[in-house]
Every structure is written in C-alpha cells, then in structure tokens.
C-alpha cells in the first residue's frame, strides 16, 4: 500500500512541553520503526487559539489519514471533536476524560494520575525505604490532585505523609517542624520548582528530593545544579542507560543524534503518538474504522515508553503496563534507581 499520511499538529512559541512533543513525534516519522510507511505533513497553530486549529486542521482536510497532536488539554479536546467530525485517526499525550468524551476517533498515552501516584509511593516506600514523605505541590487542581493520590497510596502502604500547597506563606517552617525522611516537590514548572528546591536545599541539604516527571530535563539539571554527594530524584518513565526494548533503545539514539543528550518524557509521547498512529493505520490499509478495531482488539503494542493495551473503553491503554519508575540525579548523571 502506499504510505499513511500523518499530519504532526505543534503549536508555536517555545513552551517546552510540545516542543519536546513535536520533536520526538518528528523523529519517530523520520527515525522511527514506522519511517517507511509514514508521509509525514506538519502545521503549526496559534498556541491556547483553538479556532486557529481547526483552521490548520481544515486547511489539510482530505490530504492525511491521522494526525498527532502536540496539544495541552483544551486543545485535545478541540483536536478530539474535529477528529470525530472529520474522521480521521488522532494521538493525543493528554489523558483527561474530557479530551476523548467517548470519542472512538482519539486515543491518549499519557500515564493517568492514580497509577502514577500508585507506583511512586510504592517505590519510596518499598524501594528507597522513607516512611515519611512531606509533599509541597501547586495549588492548581492537577497537581494537588497528584499530591492527594499520592499521599493516600503512601499511607495505604504503611508510610507518614503529609501535603500542602507551596503557596502557604510558612511551607518551609511546616517542613522542619514536620522533619520528614523526604520532601516530594509536585511543581511542573521550572520556574516555580526551583526556589522551592533550592530553599529546602539550604535548610536540608542532605535531605531527599523527590521531583516530578516534567523536571526531568537539562535545563532544569543544570539550574538545579548536582552535589556529587547529594543525589536528587526523579519521577520517570525511561530504563536510564539499560533500555527496556529495541523501540526505547532506537528512540535515545535518535534523540542524541537530533543533539538530545537527555530525552523526557514529553519526547517520549511525542515519539509513541506517532509510532502508534502509523502501525494503527498502516495494518489496517489506512482504513479509519479498521484502524480503530485493531488498536480496541486489546492487541499488545509496544512503543518508546513502554507497552500499551487499548480497549472499547480504555483509549489510553496503559493499565496493564505502568511504566513509572525512579531515577536519580547524581554528578549530573540520570541513571534509573
């Protein structure tokens, strides 16, 4: 058959998340398992203007098969109506139930909240062996609901944990006076984590850091800086230095060539949007509705980040497969705990 024409939808300005979306969703079309059958097209639209995405998705209409989104989550949504009015096969990272609405046209990689929350309280408690967690988050509703799941998966295995906001004026007194064996910092924000880290740093300074996935980039590392006798943590997706599978193993090497010297996990959506999106189409002929029935046959696919299993009413895919694990930070190398 010809190949499957995928169109890769990034918004502009230099927002790092679907900037790091696009360019792993490119290398994947380009360096990727599927880079044989895929005709790749790319648009780029008006970032948080969703009429100016639809233009762009309409302005191609006719000329592609599927398309990937490097989109937050009211532009998913939007992308996850038009792939339904349109009918075209569509990838999205984001996992909010109102960006797929029971939509059978859209499905999404991103790792939910709970089993997240599940594996990283498992793996403090079970592995790095703290029994009392102090969380600071943001006081926006996703990140204090990471907070909320993680904290109570933390006490249901057997551990002390305690959570409040980073906006309280006495966040850092509430953690000496709680004296915790950990200090989780559940901000996405580079700007916003780094004081945070740093005042904890100052106070603690040999006290364990825990971070999120999102800070898990070079320009945070090197802002944060690394004591060769500190080791700050990581929540991660990725088998630092021993990859878990050929596609892992062929998605670094991609990204170091394209000058990458630490992939994140935005890279990684971006790369298994696109790798799922072709192998979907390119079985199935570039049959919208026969590409829709494989990926809900409960088929196992692998990807970048890990395996996938997708049902009728499961468009993520990842509950039979959490790929969360822990990384470490020490002397500026990332390496899997």
């Given amino acids: 058959m010809s190949k499957v024409r995928i169109l890769l939808l ?17 290398l994947a079309a380009t360096e990727g398992p599927q880079r044989e059958n895929i005709s790749l097209e790319q648009e780029t639209f008006r970032h948080g203007d969703l009429d100016d995405l639809a233009a762009a998705v309409r302005r191609r209409q006719g ?74 988050h943001e006081a926006t509703e996703f990140q204090t609901r990471v907070a909320d799941n993680t904290a109570s998966f933390l006490k249901g295995a057997g551990a002390e944990a305690r959570s409040i906001p980073a906006t309280r004026t006495d966040w850092l007194d509430d953690v000496r006076a709680w004296n915790p064996e950990l200090v989780y ?33 070079r320009s945070f590392i090197d802002a944060v800086g690394s004591d060769p006798m500190d080791a700050l943590l990581f929540v991660d997706m990725f088998q630092r230095g021993a990859p878990r599978t050929e596609q892992e193993a062929l998605f670094t090497k991609a990204l170091t060539k394209a000058g990458v010297s630490l992939p994140t996990a935005n890279h990684g959506f971006g790369w298994d949007a696109m790798t799922l999106c072709a192998a ?17 046959s ?12 997708f049902h009728r009413g499961d468009h993520n895919g990842r509950e039979a497969f959490n790929p969360t694990v822990l990384s470490s930070l020490r002397s500026g190398e990332v390496t899997t705990y």
């Fill in 185 to 217: 910092v559940v901000v996405s924000d580079e700007g916003r984590a780094l004081p945070l880290v740093r005042s904890v740093r100052e106070v603690f300074p040999r006290l364990p850091l825990l971070l999120g996935r999102s800070l898990l980039r």
């Fill in 10 to 26: 990034k918004p502009g300005g230099e927002n790092p998340s679907p900037t790091d979306q696009s360019l792993g969703a490119y």
């Fill in 63 to 136: 000329k592609f098969d599927g398309v990937v989104g490097a989109t937050n989550v009211p532009e998913s949504t939007a992308l996850g109506k038009l792939s339904e009015e349109l009918q075209f096969l569509c990838f999205v990272s984001n996992n909010n139930p109102s960006v797929r609405h029971h939509r059978r046209t859209i499905f999404h990689i991103g790792v939910p909240t709970r089993l997240t929350s599940a594996a990283v309280a498992e793996q403090l408690v079970r592995r790095i062996g703290a029994k009392r967690i102090h969380l600071i």
């Fill in 298 to 309: 409960g088929a196992e696919l692998v990807a970048a980040t890990g395996r996938y299993r």
């Fill in 280 to 296: 979907a189409l390119e079985h199935s002929g570039g049959n919208l509705s026969a590409a829709i029935e494989y990926l809900e």
